[in-house]
């Protein structure tokens, strides 16, 4: 039997079939409720192409990017790459129309991103990844508008700050304590990525790549104790105090994010209980559309990017996910099938009135029916039968309390949509 | 300037900025629509890898498919393709974990599907589909819901018996015709495609194909004209009357499909003001599931695909999409600087509301932000004013009838929730 290719996911509705398969219910909910929760902050939704020209992110990246894409050559012989992130599709399409929104432009996807390294098995090539980014502000008030998104993003699926911090730090402290320790300019990236290993690397690696660069690990190290904020941190810190949201962000100058472009405040969100697991991450990348865009366009924007799976599996960790279920509102019962036409119009006038709608395709037993309806954890049953003078009712039946009524046919749609919980 | 792959569309917030790209609002207009219909039809969501391995699509389809297809090689060597269509995924999927799920399953997925042929300039390489498949259910009744689930997912955009009907066919029919004109086998297929071009093709074309297979054009078309139901459509139309649809619904004999799968009942939707041009189309593949899982599951299936291109310009000729704004509801107004933070309060408590609001992120003339405020359509704009004692409240003020009260600022939220349209 085929199989689908490794690193890829099947999402089947629940109750899933397999542990080696995805929820697309639990999926569905995800994706709603970043979407509802973007949309209270003012954020529009856009999306791209989910194959790029590889260009676009060499550009970016540098070619040493490459190893890490899911790129090919198409059939047109272009280089190009399934996206292994959103920022330089949305960065490309801000650029080519920025002139006709008004700024600062606030937008959201949902994209599904690849990757490809050679050695990763068992590892996922795919994932997807609510994007939202501010372009075209510079003054901390968008760092705050965007990290209190983040933070209602995970609120709204019933985290708490006991489940999750978001860590702020500042590209701008450490390229001041850089210079200040005379860090000499080629050096900079390597002294950020060290610093964005510590604790991830041993501590003999960690000092061996510090001293590389000119630093003892001891002055770094005293420059994190210390986590003094800088100004624009400070702005950020007093701007999400006022909004009652100071108990989820702290400095934390650990983070520093391993991606080259990030010039100013960069943050994570991560897992207090998870070994400080990642959540979301984002910053500043106030050069990133003047690069993409050739020097066309200047723009300096800001933007988080957070992924499906590890917020999946924190999810169910914390029993956050609702039970999900076929959302049958009315299972319509046909057990004369000389009323079986008279039953599919009523079929019809529910489904018409906005209710979802089960019934059996072909003659069942009555019990099985039934049965069914309870399997799909229907709301009602509702039932045409005939009554003493040879014409129809129909009966509703509550399946939870097991009430009863006994309606007109044609009254049953409006009697069922004002019984069921809206 | 880098700019996306031919082929590929960018999707921007309305208004959109250029006719050379698509809106993300129409987009997600389509897809809730989709969505909530197939619901109500207690369909459920699934979805699959958008890359899949070359094979699913040639056992399918044979190798002549390749010259259509997106296919590539990947970084292990393996020869695989972006999806062309939905059916050999959901075939493989049904077939892997079938036993989890009572029959009829009915599953729908909106994927992005993709194909590339050398020579199609201007052409577009990817669109989204609706796909609404039943699996495990041999009766005409099963093809009636499906079809009822394509008819309620066109009215449910505003679409009428005045701009589309339902094109119903048969493959049992035809396979009939040509084996009483004493077909042979191998010329089936080849008959069926021929029958598929009449009126497209050139007609001596159409007589000349068909006399390969021994047929006359004549005999064909009084076929076609005399449109004689086999007792499976008649099933299909009298359940589709008892649901009162039959105004959609027609037989139309010079439906066959092209594809080779089919194996029953087959239909199309299309535009009856646009040259009969297909909206959608679909019908019954009983063999596939079979086919594609080397034989282990045998299961009948039927399904239907609709396209996001054709119906999005179809919906733009009969003004049938709504005007879309930034669903902003309230709109803070920041006049007083000293306010800056109490009215980042207020809009993070309107927010947890489930209101969607915007503010002026950094401080701006009130004229402007007024301006700001009506530019995006918002429902209230809300400031807060200090009284005469030295206290706040909060000025509501509906943007359309230019009512306004003033309520205390902890009363804002639960006030405009009220004022509101749900």
Redesign the interface.
Known sequence: ?????PG??????E?I??PD?WS??A??YLFSSWRTTA????F??????????L??YT?KSGSEIVGQL???????D?E?S?RPEMTPTLA??A???E????K?IK?FAIP?LFR?E?QQKGRLR?HFQFNADIIG?A?P??DA?LI?LLV?SLRALGLTSGDFKIRLSSRNAWHEFYTRGNGAPEGEYAFYQAVDKIGRDPLEETERKLAAVGFRFAAVRDFIEKGEPTDELRKVL??LD????SEFAQVDYHVIRGLAYYTGIVFEAFDVQGELRAIAGGGRYDNLVKL???G?VDLPALGFGMGDVVLMELLKSRNLLPQFT???DVFVLIEDQSL???S??L??AL??E?????YS??PMKPDKQFK?AL??KSGFSARIERDASGGTMARLKNLKTREESVVPVPEAPKELQRKLPA
Chains 1, 2 share one sequence.
């Open positions: 039997m085929m199989d689908r290719l890829f996911r099947d999402f089947y509705p109750p079939p397999h398969v697309s219910d999926r569905h949309r209270l902050y003012g529009r939704e856009y999306d791209g192409p989910p194959v790029e020209s260009e676009l550009t899911y790129n090919f050559k198409d059939k047109g272009r190009v399934l490309r399409m650029a080519a129309h002139r006709a929104y008004k600062p937008w599904q490809y050679r795919e502000e003054d008030a968008a508008e209190a209602d007093d701007n006022a909004r009652g949201l993409l865009s050739g066309k076929s959302g049958t079986r036409f008279e599919l119009k079929v019809q489904r018409s906005g209710l979802a709608v089960e395709l072909t069914r399997e799909l």
